[in-house]
């Protein structure tokens, strides 16, 4: 086990990081991308600020809500109709709607040539949006634009888009008409999103699908030159992308662990010689790589 209060903070000069980094990826038999919340934020999905005002200033007045994340829990305690038009809205620009900066098209440039595949957490879909493989993608933490049945009875989910283009048309003083309150198809009950929070969670079986083939490129590549490429993973939920990146280099002489995260870029002693630790902003990383 890698002993993880034992960590390096990189402060290297940039320019050589850049370049350390290029020749990698050229090297590189295969790249695996874990994929973070910094990520979309650096690509301009904010939760807070002007961005939320400019959407959910109706609500910041009449509940006090101030950012999306916190007015996602806040609106619970709310009927259903308030509930789904907070929702319909926060779906529609964090999950249809293309991230504001082109980072996502500027990591597609750099890996599209290679033997890529995608580990991400978040939940908005933008990789799919910028034109990545399908499958080469696996969201191990859901989709925004998924429901699933809240008990669940059942471990299917379902497109939401036409669901929530009508709640977003119809709704009125921050309420959506009850008739378009989504329900389970099979026992009735509330629908919700397809998003981990506990065991609740539904994993489909495109879920499992994704699973199996992103278990599959790591089998068949982990002893090769394989680049494990992070990119803004915080500390939340270190054991789906960190942890197993820094284990996978561990066990490998000839991979890299390439860490990029403004203010937590880091990596275990145990593999610091093996690892790239950049503490800059992503979207300029992977402009500069480019």
Known sequence: MLSKNQINKFTGNYSQQIEQVKEKLNNADAVVIGAGAGLSTSA?????????????????????ITDMYSGGFMVMRYPPEVFWAYWSRSILINRYEKAPKPVYDDLLKLVSNKNYFVLTTNVDHQFQLSGFDKNRLFYTQGDYGLFQCSVPCHDKTYDNHDTVIAMIEQQKDMRIP?????????????????????????????????????????????????????????????????????????????????????????????????????????????????
Not at 199 to 227: C, M, P, Q, S
Request: aromatic share 14%; proline share 4%; glycine share 8%.
């Open 44 to 64: 301009g999905f904010t939760y807070s600020g002007e961005r939320f005002y400019r959407y959910f200033s109706d609500f910041s007045e009449r509940y006090g």
């Open 178 to 290: 009850s008739e378009l309150i989504p329900r389970c198809p099979v026992c009735g009950k509330p629908m919700t999103m397809n998003l981990r929070s506990d065991d609740k969670f539904v994993e489909d079986t495109g879920w499992h699908k994704a699973a199996g083939r992103y278990n599959d490129f790591i089998a068949e590549n982990k002893n090769k030159l394989i680049v494990y490429l992070e990119l803004g993973v915080g500390g939340n939920t270190p054991v789906i992308i960190k942890y197993p990146f820094w284990q996978l280099t561990a066990q490998n002489e000839n991979a890299a662990y390439i860490c990029v995260n403004l203010g937590e870029s880091y990596c275990p002693d145990e593999i610091a010689d093996q690892s790239i630790c950049i503490n800059a902003d992503i979207g300029k990383v992977i402009k500069d790589l480019n």
